[in-house]
């Protein structure tokens, strides 16, 4: 009798641990943001002594044109950073799909960027960047090409190139490890029916990886929204907003300007927005999914 | 996949040269500019020959030196110090979320609480969630709520202990920013760890059970050595977090327990940057991940495509 209440209650007692701290710092924290984007609060006030004003900070933040600013940063700088990552990648995996010696070597420096702590990429960066003792600036000095203001006029292609730098590789890694567990019936069935290589890489590779892209292509859309160190230690948002992007802008509104309503109600928005983006591209996936079945099927019929 | 038509070429290989160079080059750069003087760095006297020297990191790690480097008046930069508090919240974070991750993992696996997709699917939301957003809350939170009244037992006694005003709160200690990122890591150990303990076969632990294991020694015995590889690849991906981390660090840390990625962002902003120093603490911030990368790269390849590819 002792014994089946404990077996019944282990389940419970495993996971409890993993429960109460997620439920404390993870779940609280969200709930308590939301309830403090209601309130005119700086730091000084503990919650409770914050005013309450409804949803004057999102309106607020609707029209504030520096908020705008920010938010076309952060979507240009994921749009560009994802599609270009995703390019290079996949067609790097594709390029370097075949039998190479020491191809793990190569991995493990592939992947040396991504280990880095971000406040060091950004360093690297920045004194690569820099105007007069910068490497890209001493190049082209020794080339007899004009200078280029990198973190000035360009800085926000600038950080984009930074983190290409850093995140192809994760793109590359993971096509290629989708690319070498494809089925290899259907290739070989493309190979002999006389496909060229750009056909067996448009008409099956890529649909067949399709599943595996729209994860990774996903999983990179939701961490360039978390980019901030990179870009807060090589431009610090500047210049102006240039590079301000939203995660920079609340951690600002909360520690420079002291408004920790602003900036919670800001988090917000970003929230919905990643939420929304997570969603469509779920159901994307989930069609995708169904037609690549299809494909499969057909491919496999063919054979 | 070698298709027979594809010889290797010499362009290939180039390509390849280019690529590595490429990743690991601005991590060579770093390392030698963090041996130069920053008069070398500056005059820009050509890239590789030149007198390597330890100043820089005599001068980072000045406060847990043994001796006294004569070029250093001055000690500003307490580097070793937030070393010591990287280790302590990078380890001990890391130990925790494995024991705590490990537990829920095995649980929902072996007890069935939920589907798999429901935990898959509230690890990619929690996932989703940037630090910048909890920034706000866990600033407030570690300040205001999580604290212990000075005029209480506890609260109390630790005043009287180690000194200090007011209520005893989470944020300023070590314990506040651990809390913070064993909470952000969770959700990515379990996903991982589950996706490995659903390959243990269940008539091992049976086994057990029928020779007269408990719960937790079919646990501990059987199932953790079987999963060693999840483990690992957990383990570095939630040291590498907890190591890197700069922003709930900065907002939760004091002055005594600021950690290396505070210090270096401290240093930068400031106008006229010490390149070489600099360069040092940014160096010595990269070694563990950079061991981790040498040694456990299959590791680390695992994490990655465990959560994209099996889906």
Redesign the interface.
């Known amino acids: 009798m002792q014994r089946s209440t ?2 019944r209650l ?3 007692m ?2 409890a ?3 109460v ?2 439920a ?3 779940m ?3 709930g ?2 939301i309830w ?1 984007s209601f309130r005119d ?1 700086n ?1 000084s006030q ?2 409770g002594e914050a005013e309450f004003v409804g949803l004057k900070n999102y309106i607020t933040l609707w029209g504030d044109p520096n908020f705008h600013e920010s938010l076309g940063v952060t979507l240009k700088f994921a749009f560009f950073v994802v599609t270009i990552e995703m390019v290079l990648g996949v067609g ?1 995996a594709l ?6 010696r020491g191809i ?1 070597v ?8 991504m ?6 990429v ?7 960047y820099h105007p ?2 910068g ?1 890209f600036n ?1 190049t082209l000095d020794s080339l007899g090409i004009p200078r280029v203001d990198w973190l000035g006029d360009y800085a926000l292609m600038s950080i984009i190139i930074a983190d290409i ?1 850093q995140w192809t ?2 793109i590359f ?2 096509s290629l ?5 494809l089925p ?1 019936s259907a ?1 070989e069935a493309a ?1 002999i029916d006389g496909a060229t ?1 750009w056909q067996q890489i448009i008409h099956i590779k890529l649909p067949l990886m399709m ?2 892209l729209i ?2 292509a996903l ?1 990179r859309l ?1 961490d360039a ?2 980019v ?2 990179v870009i ?2 090589m431009t ?1 948002g500047g210049p102006g907003l240039s590079t301000e992007i ?3 802008r ?2 600002r509104t ?2 420079e300007f002291r408004e ?1 309503g602003v ?2 109600a800001m ?1 917000n928005y ?2 919905i927005l ?2 929304l983006l ?1 969603v469509a591209m779920f159901a994307f996936n989930r069609w995708q999914e169904t037609r690549a079945a299809r494909v499969q099927a057909l491919v496999e019929e063919d054979d | ?3 027979p038509n ?1 010889k ?1 070429n010499p362009a290939f290989y180039a ?2 040269a280019l ?2 160079f ?3 080059g ?2 060579i ?2 390392f030698a ?1 963090s041996f130069k003087l920053d008069v070398d ?2 005059s ?1 006297s050509s890239g590789l020959i030149f007198l390597p020297t330890i100043q820089n990191y005599e001068k980072a790690l000045c406060d847990v030196l043994w001796y006294e480097p004569d070029h250093v008046d001055f000690c500003s930069l307490k580097f070793g110090g937030a070393f010591i508090n990287s280790l302590i919240i990078a380890l001990i974070s890391t130990v925790l979320t494995l024991v ?2 490990c ?2 993992a ?3 696996v ?2 069935r ?1 939920m589907g798999r997709d429901t935990v898959s699917l509230s690890t ?18 570690w300040n ?2 999580f604290c212990l009244d000075r005029d209480g037992l506890i609260g109390g006694a630790i005043r009287d202990t180690f000194g200090g005003r007011g209520d005893v709160c989470l944020a300023g200690t070590h314990g506040g920013i651990i ?2 990122y ?3 890591n ?2 990515f150990v ?1 996903w991982i760890l589950q996706s490995f303990i659903v390959q243990v076969p269940r008539s091992l632990e049976e086994a057990a059970r029928v020779d007269g294991a408990g ?1 937790f020694q079919v ?1 501990f015995k059987v199932v953790l050595p079987l999963i060693k590889p999840g483990l690992a690849a957990a383990a570095i991906f939630t040291f ?1 977090i907890a ?2 981390e ?2 709930l660090a900065s ?1 939760l840390s004091d002055r005594d327990t600021r950690t290396v ?1 505070i210090l ?2 401290n240093n ?2 400031e106008f006229n940057v010490e ?1 070489g120093v ?2 040092a603490t ?2 010595l ?2 070694i563990p ?2 061991i ?3 040694f456990a ?2 590791q ?2 695992t994490g ?2 465990a ?3 099996k ?1």
């Open positions: 404990a077996n282990t389940p419970y495993f996971m641990p993993a429960i701290i997620m404390l710092a993870l609280y924290p969200l308590y943001m403090g609060w730091p503990t919650i790097l390029l370097l799909d075949r039998d190479i793990s190569l991995r493990t420096m592939f992947i040396l960027p280990m880095i702590a971000p406040v060091v950004g360093l690297m960066w920045r004194y690569m007069t003792v490497t001493r730098w590789p994760f890694i993971l490890a989708a690319l070498q567990s290899r290739l190979r290589p599943p595996v994860v990774t999983l939701i929204f978390k901030l160190e807060l230690v610090e939203l995660a920079l609340i951690s909360a520690t920790l900036a919670a988090s970003l929230l990643l939420l997570t | 996949m070698a298709s594809t290797a390509v390849i690529l590595v490429m990743s690991v601005p991590v750069l770093m500019n760095i500056i820009g705590i991750g537990m829920a095995y649980a929902l072996r007890f609480f990619l939301m929690v996932r989703m969630v940037p630090p910048a957003v909890l920034l706000v809350p866990v600033f407030g939170l205001n709520e809390l913070i064993v909470a952000m969770l959700p379990i719960p646990f590498r190591w890197n700069y922003l907002a990625p270096i962002v930068m902003s390149w600099i360069m940014g160096m911030l990269a991940p950079i981790f990368t040498l790269s299959r680390i390849i990655m495509t959560g994209a590819v889906g």
